[in-house]
């Protein structure tokens, strides 16, 4: 399971997080960013293709791309009371020619440290 954490917020692609509960969900959130590639780095592009192997530069917009998107859903998840997203998504399309959408998006929620082990729950309820 994918898990990226900063000190206050959890993102997973998964549906769940071990070791926590969901208190709240929140609902969908996404962040959207679209980018056009410049002259410049068309034609640096161009030239990387001719050449053969990684397009760096085109490599480095799309990181940059997905990282602003990243950023925005986590912006817009924060901006209604999460602290977590589940099932985190990424998808891509293009507009026109030389310009991309960059979706990225998941499931806002509040999450808590499980105090007590599913087990040990079921267990209590048998008794």
Known sequence: MP?????????????????????????????????????????GAVVQTMRGGNISMLQELCERTRADAFAAVVENARGLGANALLAMRYDATEIMQGVSEVLCYGTAVRVAPRIRSRAATQEDEIA
Do not use: P
């Not at 769940?16 to 929140?26: F, H, M, Q, R, S």
């Open 3 to 43: 898990l990226r954490t900063t000190s206050d917020f959890i993102t997973t692609t998964a549906n769940a997080i071990d070791g926590y509960d969901v208190v709240e969900t929140l609902g969908i959130v996404r962040g959207i960013v679209v980018r056009s590639r410049s002259v410049f780095g068309t034609l």
